[in-house]
């Protein structure tokens, strides 16, 4: 009897001692730390691109010149190609020089044969002078010595012309670049005969970069010279620079009935390549403080609209009171309380807690790194 009331004691010990044990576990699991929770997070956006109308181009040098010789003649050699930098006066093609060296040596000929009339109507003139004072001779004979010496010395001075004009045409011959630039287009080859001013090259200058639009003839009444707008290069979506609108044609295309507008970069440096696409946005002044947020990224806190800001450092949440501007079918319009950089909780924001950490990730479940 006693060994049964010895076994139940212990019996009783065991089950006491397993249920502290049990809780034990219980309250170290508890005080284990909550692990971050995923979190969808983006950057707002800014809202002036909703009312901005938006129109493509490409990006051209202010000043584009098409380059030809002065003078006809056959291609001997071309030095540059397209995409080659030039410097003013760097010799960029080159014509057979033979037929202009002949032209050359031509009016050189009439010059010396000119410049011999002229001396022998000199010297008649210089003998029959003197004959005139004694009167030996008619005022009529000298006056036809002094007319033949008067029309030797304007032949004298046309075949001067024409030889400096032979000489400048002998160095036509060589096709340089006026300015310093970039070769965008090459229109003819070695071999080739050309005429005088036919296009051989096509030269964008260094310097300013704009970029070219079109806009229809119901909407180029609402800009003007020197509207501010934002450029945005294709190839670098997202990053929008500054600019100004430079030049309005006065008349439309006659066949698209568009308006050929030119947009300059206010700093050229970060403006895209030449022939690079670009949209080319008119923004509304009343909206180029605000910021779009998507509607789940609303939160209420007390009464007032606030979002989740996440620390770019700590990956823990804070609340920061906004200010909603308008409610449109995109999102929120935000008028104050963060910015355009900031990271803000874009779903989930009623589940989250004051100094919360989380893991941010994208739209597409990836991992951020802020």
């Given amino acids: 009897m006693r060994t049964l009331v010895r076994t139940s004691k212990l019996s009783a010990a065991m089950l006491a001692f397993a249920a502290l044990a049990g809780l034990s576990g219980c309250s170290s699991k508890a005080a284990a730390p909550e692990a971050p929770r995923n979190a969808l997070v983006a950057h707002p956006q800014a809202a002036d691109a909703l009312n901005a109308e938006v129109y493509s181009g490409d990006v051209h040098a202010r000043f584009e010149s098409q380059l030809g010789f002065r003078v006809n003649g056959k291609i001997k050699t071309r030095l540059v190609d397209v995409g080659n930098h030039v410097e003013a006066g760097q010799v960029l093609a080159e014509l057979d020089p033979l037929d202009l060296k002949l032209q050359v040596a031509s009016a050189n000929a009439n010059l010396s044969s000119a410049r011999a009339n002229r001396d022998l109507a000199q010297s008649e003139f210089d003998r029959y002078r003197p004959l005139l004072d004694k009167h030996f001779i008619s005022q009529t004979q000298f006056d036809t010595v002094s007319n033949t010496l008067k029309a030797a010395q304007a032949q004298l001075q046309q075949a001067q012309a024409a030889f400096a004009v032979a000489q400048n045409q002998a160095e036509y011959t060589s096709l340089r670049a006026d300015h310093a630039g970039v070769i965008t287009a090459i229109n003819a080859e070695a071999g080739q005969v050309v ?20 806009v229809p003839e119901n909407r180029i009444g609402a800009y003007s010279v020197g509207t501010p707008v934002a450029i945005e290069s294709w190839a670098d979506a997202g990053k929008q620079l500054a600019g100004h609108l430079r030049e309005i044609s006065p008349e439309a295309d006659h066949t698209t009935r568009t308006y050929r507008v030119r947009v300059s970069f206010d700093d050229t440096a970060l403006a895209p390549r030449l022939g690079q ?6 923004v509304d002044a009343n909206t180029t403080a605000q910021i779009l947020i998507p509607l ?39 008028s104050g309380g963060v910015s355009a950089q900031d990271w803000i909780v874009t779903a989930g924001v009623h589940k989250l807690r004051e100094g919360q950490a989380i893991a941010p990730i994208d739209a597409l479940n990836r991992a951020i790194a802020l």
Avoid: C, N
């Avoid at 696409?277 to 008119?282: L, N």
């Avoid at 949440?317 to 319009?333: I, K």
């Fill in 195 to 214: 005429s005088a001013g036919q296009a051989v090259a096509m030269l964008a200058r260094d310097g300013s970069l704009e970029v070219e639009i079109a």
């Fill in 296 to 334: 789940a990224a609303l939160y209420e806190l007390g009464g007032k609209p606030a979002v989740w800001v996440v620390d770019a450092k700590t990956h823990q949440v804070r609340l920061a009171p906004v200010s909603v501007a308008a409610y449109r079918e995109q999102g929120v319009t935000i």
């Fill in 277 to 282: 696409t670009a949209r080319v946005y008119f």
